[in-house]
């Protein structure tokens, strides 16, 4: 069975061919029999209709989009779209590339698709390596995540210490994992900082928690 799917994600696409109409209609001149369509934005990646195509598909049906971003996201999705699709013996065929199945042209679509998913990862990292190369020039570069204020891990230190709220809470009212909450109790608990639970900062961190009503203490 040939079926067919079409896709936008806003109203925007309505044009150059990329509206619901104009994917139907050439959907239909190219022989589906059965067409699934769906709008969605990019709020949401989630797909009901084409997650319903995928578990209909069975071998020897064929899947026809207008073109391979109606169903992929980016070549490597796409790649590996048709690859599972290839494996399940169903026939993907794209109409501005042509018919993807296992034959020497459908071997040489897939595999320009492969190189252009390749080509996609590698632009990703040269882009991340200089982004990285370039803030490394600037002045107070840190690798990784920034580090934690001293003042608000010591507020929350104090918060479980003194305060007797649970590690849980407060990792969620300051941001803070409760792995390094553990760990700053347990350093305090040795005695090796315990000047840092100490001074007016802290004091107005804690005071500003309660004011804002972000810690129900009952």
Do not use: W
Request: one cysteine or more; hydrophobic letters at 40%.
């Amino acid at each position: 069975m040939i079926y067919g799917y079409a896709r936008v994600s806003s109203k925007s696409q309505a044009i150059n061919g990329n509206g619901l109409e104009e994917q139907i209609n050439a959907l239909t001149i190219a022989g589906c029999e059965k067409i699934y369509q769906e709008q969605y934005t990019g709020t949401t990646t989630e797909r009901p209709q084409f997650n319903k195509l995928l578990a209909d598909l069975k071998e020897g049906d064929v899947l026809t989009v207008t073109k391979l971003d109606r169903f992929a996201r980016t070549a490597a999705d796409g790649s590996r779209l048709i690859a599972e699709l290839l494996n399940k013996h169903v026939k993907v065929h794209v109409l501005n590339m042509g018919m993807i199945d296992d034959t020497p042209i459908g071997r040489v679509i897939s595999n320009v698709l492969l190189a252009f998913a390749q080509f996609e990862r590698d632009m990703i990292v040269e882009r991340t390596q200089a982004g990285k190369a370039i803030a490394r020039t600037k002045a107070g570069y840190r690798e990784g995540r920034p580090p934690i204020p001293v003042q608000k891990k010591a507020a929350a230190v104090y918060l479980i210490l003194d305060e007797h709220i649970s590690y849980r809470k407060v990792a969620k009212i300051t941001g803070i994992s409760k792995t390094t909450l553990v760990r700053a109790v347990q350093t305090i608990k040795k005695g090796l900082t315990k000047n840092i639970i100490i001074g007016r900062n802290t004091e107005k961190y804690v005071e500003l928690l309660h004011t804002e009503r972000l810690i129900d203490k009952k």
